[in-house]
């Protein structure tokens, strides 16, 4: 089977919105969802990091699935998140997502466990197994405790076909173009941190899953795309105006921050499910004093 790429450009990890009472607000998230697409963005990943899916139940995380691939239509591409570390969890979850509309999975490297690179091999190899559909790799060790280091992911990237990309938030720009360098024909990567989206561009990458985008959607879309369009001038300026913003909204938790954001241009209520809690007055304020200039 071959296996094409659509995740170029801008994509958005998606927040799940909440109601007082600690419900999904399905009201809001169609709202978000349509303001994202209005604002230029090239596709959506649902259940990451950034929709505290580690909190949803298994029910609610299929209806979030349902609802987004409803609501979009086919209008952008959508991969799904399904990570565990538990190997033959993660297979489980993937046989249940792979629903007509989901376009890939992503699946993050294992997490707490702290799995040797063979571990780590051996595991996508059973992800990539399992899956009908692409596989995005997602290697964070930030939240893993663990790196997959540049030679892994090639590994995986070589012997299986359905693994069409990954989506790279180490941090390390030299691990990125290593990877890039590398990559057999069809692999592409997507940067995973917002701040490096620009260089990362100008280095082979596909483009950025972002999580500053569900705030500022069409502020955002211009920098990547104009990275894209090599407008690194322009891109450059919009860089700038961001590149002091970026980490206020990491600073107490994510996606902590940009909920506040969001709360405070009447997108969302202000709620994450715990562990995670609002950010402090203090920050808060900052956050829209930071952004206050910014248009969405």
């Known amino acids: 089977m071959n296996y094409s790429y659509p995740f170029e450009g801008l994509g958005v990890a998606l927040v799940t ?3 007082k009472d600690g419900q999904i607000d399905f009201n809001s998230l169609q709202t978000i969802v349509e303001n994202l697409i209005a604002g230029g963005v090239d596709h959506l990943c649902v259940l990451g990091t950034t929709a505290e899916t580690p909190t949803l139940s298994a029910a609610e995380r299929k209806q979030v699935i ?7 239509n086919g209008r952008i591409p959508i991969m799904v998140g ?3 570390n538990c190997t033959a969890t993660a297979v489980e979850q993937i046989k249940e997502y792979q629903i007509d509309g989901v376009d890939a999975i992503l699946s993050a490297v294992p997490y707490y466990n702290k799995p040797s690179q063979e571990g780590i091999y051996q595991h996508f ?26 030679q892994t992911t090639l590994r995986i990237a070589r012997e299986f076909k359905n693994v069409i990309g990954i989506k790279e938030a180490s941090g390390n720009m030299e691990q990125v173009k290593e990877i890039i360098t590398g990559a057999p024909e069809g692999f592409r990567v997507i940067i995973g941190d917002d701040s490096l989206a620009m260089e990362a561009i100008r280095n082979g990458a ?16 211009e920098l990547v795309h104009l990275t ?17 913003l970026y980490g206020l909204l990491f600073k107490e938790g994510s996606p902590c921050g940009v909920k506040a954001l969001m709360s405070s241009r009447g997108q969302l209520e202000d709620i ?3 562990p995670l809690v609002p950010v402090s007055e203090a ?3 900052d956050i829209i004093k930071g952004f206050a200039d910014i248009k969405g």
């Open 66 to 72: 349902k609802f987004v691939v409803a609501q979009v």
């Open 206 to 221: 596909a483009g950025v899953i972002s999580v500053i985008g569900n705030a500022i959607p069409k502020r955002f879309s």
């Open 272 to 274: 994450v499910r715990l």
């Open 82 to 84: 399904c990570s565990s």
């Open 125 to 150: 190899t059973q992800i990539a197994k399992a899956s009908a559909k692409p596989i995005i790799l997602y290697n964070v060790p930030g939240r893993t405790g663990v790196n997959m280091t540049a």
């Open 17 to 19: 919105p909440f109601k």
């Open 228 to 244: 894209m369009q090599g407008k690194y001038a322009d891109a450059e300026q919009i860089q700038k105006q961001l590149q002091p």
């Open 283 to 285: 920050l808060h304020n």
